[in-house]
């Protein structure tokens, strides 16, 4: 005796639907992760004086087809000459650095390689 069983296309159809979302939740929650992380430092390593650069720090993730994308930075128009290395300042704060973003990143390389590979894992 057999029945016959309907909607198999649509079951897969929406499974597929589902995965897809899933994978794209967790690349973006990665991406946010990473980001949160290396802002975070930077931060710590962004000059102060008025407020008005360290206050100016944005984050925003752009998904074009497959690809996703993460930005992080400054609104501040003069951001750009205080992150230059070869522009001379004294700073006040003691943790202020040149080239404080990049800084940020690259000391949190591990730290931001280990949560993305713990957000992504399955």
Same mark, same amino acid.
């Given at each position: 005796?057999? $029945?016959? &069983? ?5 079951? =897969? ?8 979302? &899933?994978?794209?939740?967790? /690349? /973006? ?8 992380? *290396?802002? @975070?430092?930077? $931060?710590?390593?962004?000059?102060? %004086?008025? !407020?008005?650069?360290?206050? !100016? ?14 930005? /992080?930075?400054?609104?501040? @128009?003069?951001?750009?000459? /205080?992150? %230059?290395?070869? &522009? =001379?300042?004294?700073?006040?704060? !003691? ?6 973003? =990049? =800084? *940020?990143?690259? %000391?949190?390389? @591990? ?12």
């Amino acid at each position: 005796m057999g $029945a016959k &069983v309907r909607g198999i296309r649509e079951a =897969k159809a929406n499974l597929d639907r589902i995965i897809k979302g &899933v994978q794209g939740r967790k /690349v /973006v929650r990665a991406l946010q992760s990473a980001m949160l992380i *290396g802002s @975070s430092q930077a $931060a710590l390593y962004t000059p102060i %004086d008025t !407020s008005t650069l360290i206050n !100016s720090q944005f984050r925003e993730i752009t998904a074009n087809g497959f690809r996703v994308t993460g930005r /992080v930075g400054y609104t501040a @128009s003069y951001a750009v000459f /205080v992150h %230059d290395p070869e &522009v =001379k300042q004294n700073f006040r704060r !003691s943790t202020a650095q040149k080239e404080f973003l =990049k =800084k *940020g990143f690259e %000391d949190t390389r @591990s730290l931001i390689d280990a949560v993305v590979k713990k957000e992504l894992k399955l």
